[in-house]
């Protein structure tokens, strides 16, 4: 009997090529421009509202606070949620059979996934999409079916809104068969900026509706929209019956580093999520749970979700002054902290010297790899975000995160001009 090698690693893990966040980590180590400016990572470059941080620092001191909390979440915690939506959601939720929590946003998704996603099963994802999306569907033995969002046709020429990245619903249907179970929707979205509108969720609730397709919405910027902005799951009963409803605290509250999601939906779904999220990881942290409850308890009280948007939209604003100061165009996004801006009008210099990982992909990498090496600013490239055959529709864009401190946003401001002399 021929037996394969002990240390060949699983299929699932295997062969995967170098990832975005490798490549541009390592551009922003070599870079003679230093220190780096990150604009590429969506990480907040500021603390947690105070009242969040004393809450964590408090349940430090307290003895349960510091033991295992229960698989679905600290019950205090799940309440708070559960309050902070129900006027939302224009229905009173169960906080024990309509919420869990999960160690994060993405391992909510993924505990989705392993509970509904059988071998072989298709998933539909609207590309661009979160490049953690893909793996977790493979992982539950998945396979995903893309949807491309549409971009603006003058997006490479002039200012455009997010709401003009377009779904053709016709593209849509064909993606499905007997084997779909389930679609991911992402509003507002990353790393477009799109907030959905309310006829086409609509549109896409129908769909799923007529041929019974399980909803993940990932909701994790809802905090921080611009235009009105609908949740898919409050649009009827039959709709909300496959709607599964993910948040994030650590998007909320500025804590990206403190892993606690949430999803919400209907007992005949959360309690398969929660089964799954028990085999993954068992429980959350237990003293930023309790955290993050007073965060969603106090946060209207202090009109901390007002002030978050408020602000948000103040930096996208003021960022995105460089690009209209250059004439390069954008897509102003309607939600969320990360703008796309089209740089067709830069022209690489001959000859400059890419490593083979870089000169090998779509030329928003080297587009990125140049403005780390060259600015100091490092911006993700979006072809990350499609599949290969349609990465063209994003080979002139970078996106930049803008939840920054407003120096540092000068400051990458201030480099960006930089470009001018690239400029044709």
């Given at each position: 009997?021929?037996?394969?090698?002990?240390?060949?690693?699983?299929?699932?893990?295997?062969?995967?090529?170098?990832?975005?966040?490798?490549?541009?980590?390592?551009?922003?180590?070599?870079?003679?421009?230093?220190?780096?400016?990150?604009?590429?990572?969506?990480?907040?470059?500021?603390?947690?509202?105070?009242?969040?941080?004393?809450?964590?620092?408090?349940?430090?001191?307290?003895?349960?606070?510091?033991?295992?909390?229960?698989?679905?979440?600290?019950?205090?915690?799940?309440?708070?949620?559960?309050?902070?939506?129900?006027?939302?959601?224009?229905?009173?939720?169960?906080?024990?059979?309509?919420?869990?929590?999960?160690?994060?946003?993405?391992?909510?998704?993924?505990?989705?996934?392993?509970?509904?996603?059988?071998?072989?099963?298709?998933?539909?994802?609207?590309?661009?999409?979160?490049?953690?999306?893909?793996?977790?569907?493979?992982?539950?033995?998945?396979?995903?079916?893309?949807?491309?969002?549409?971009?603006?046709?003058?997006?490479?020429?002039?200012?455009?809104?997010?709401?003009?990245?377009?779904?053709?619903?016709?593209?849509?249907?064909?993606?499905?068969?007997?084997?779909?179970?389930?679609?991911?929707?992402?509003?507002?979205?990353?790393?477009?900026?799109?907030?959905?509108?309310?006829?086409?969720?609509?549109?896409?609730?129908?769909?799923?509706?007529?041929?019974?397709?399980?909803i993940l919405s990932d909701e994790v910027?809802?905090?921080?929209?611009?235009?009105?902005?609908?949740?898919?799951?409050?649009?009827?009963?039959?709709?909300?019956?496959?709607?599964?409803?993910?948040?994030?605290?650590?998007?909320?509250?500025?804590?990206?580093?403190?892993?606690?999601?949430?999803?919400?939906?209907?007992?005949?779904?959360?309690?398969?999520?929660?089964?799954?999220?028990?085999?993954?990881?068992?429980?959350?942290?237990?003293?930023?749970?309790?955290?993050?409850?007073?965060?969603?308890?106090?946060?209207?009280?202090?009109g901390f979700w007002e002030q978050s948007?408020?602000?948000?939209?103040?930096?996208?604003?003021?960022?995105?002054?460089?690009?209209?100061?250059?004439?390069?165009?954008?897509?102003?996004?309607?939600?969320?902290?990360?703008?796309?801006?089209?740089?067709?009008?830069?022209?690489?210099?001959?000859?400059?010297?890419?490593?083979?990982?870089?000169?090998?992909?779509?030329?928003?990498?080297?587009?990125?790899?140049?403005?780390?090496?060259?600015?100091?600013?490092?911006?993700?490239?979006?072809?990350?975000?499609?599949?290969?055959?349609?990465?063209?529709?994003?080979?002139?864009?970078?996106?930049?995160?803008?939840?920054?401190?407003?120096?540092?946003?000068?400051?990458?401001?201030?480099?960006?001009?930089?470009?001018?002399?690239?400029?044709?």
């Amino acid at each position: 009997m021929v037996r394969r090698d002990p240390f060949q690693p699983a299929k699932r893990v295997a062969g995967q090529k170098q990832d975005v966040w490798s490549i541009v980590n390592e551009a922003a180590t070599a870079s003679p421009v230093q220190p780096i400016i990150n604009m590429g990572q969506g990480f907040f470059g500021y603390n947690p509202p105070q009242y969040v941080i004393d809450a964590a620092k408090e349940a430090l001191d307290r003895v349960e606070c510091n033991q295992y909390s229960p698989t679905k979440g600290r019950p205090r915690l799940k309440k708070a949620i559960a309050d902070a939506y129900s006027p939302l959601f224009g229905k009173e939720l169960n906080p024990d059979t309509e919420v869990t929590i999960t160690t994060g946003a993405n391992e909510g998704m993924l505990s989705a996934f392993m509970a509904f996603v059988e071998p072989g099963d298709e998933v539909i994802l609207f590309e661009p999409f979160f490049d953690q999306y893909i793996p977790n569907i493979e992982m539950a033995g998945g396979k995903v079916v893309y949807a491309p969002l549409r971009p603006p046709k003058e997006g490479a020429k002039r200012k455009t809104s997010a709401s003009e990245w377009t779904i053709d619903f016709s593209e849509l249907e064909r993606c499905i068969n007997d084997k779909t179970r389930m679609i991911v929707l992402n509003s507002p979205h990353n790393p477009v900026g799109k907030v959905f509108s309310k006829n086409e969720l609509e549109a896409i609730g129908a769909v799923c509706v007529k041929h019974n397709i399980i909803i993940l919405s990932d909701e994790v910027y809802d905090s921080l929209y611009y235009v009105p902005f609908t949740r898919i799951a409050t649009l009827s009963p039959e709709i909300a019956k496959l709607t599964l409803t993910v948040g994030s605290a650590g998007k909320n509250f500025y804590a990206t580093g403190w892993r606690v999601g949430y999803l919400i939906g209907p007992e005949h779904l959360i309690t398969y999520v929660s089964t799954a999220h028990m085999r993954i990881c068992y429980s959350s942290v237990s003293p930023l749970q309790e955290a993050a409850a007073v965060g969603f308890e106090r946060a209207d009280e202090l009109g901390f979700w007002e002030q978050s948007k408020r602000e948000m939209k103040y930096k996208v604003t003021s960022f995105c002054e460089v690009f209209d100061e250059l004439g390069l165009p954008y897509s102003e996004p309607e939600g969320g902290y990360f703008v796309l801006a089209n740089l067709g009008k830069v022209k690489l210099p001959e000859g400059y010297d890419f490593p083979p990982h870089v000169a090998e992909r779509p030329r928003d990498f080297k587009l990125s790899w140049f403005c780390i090496m060259e600015l100091g600013v490092a911006a993700i490239p979006p072809t990350e975000f499609y599949t290969d055959k349609n990465a063209y529709l994003a080979e002139d864009w970078l996106r930049f995160a803008v939840c920054k401190n407003d120096d540092v946003l000068e400051g990458a401001k201030e480099r960006l001009r930089g470009l001018k002399r690239y400029m044709v």
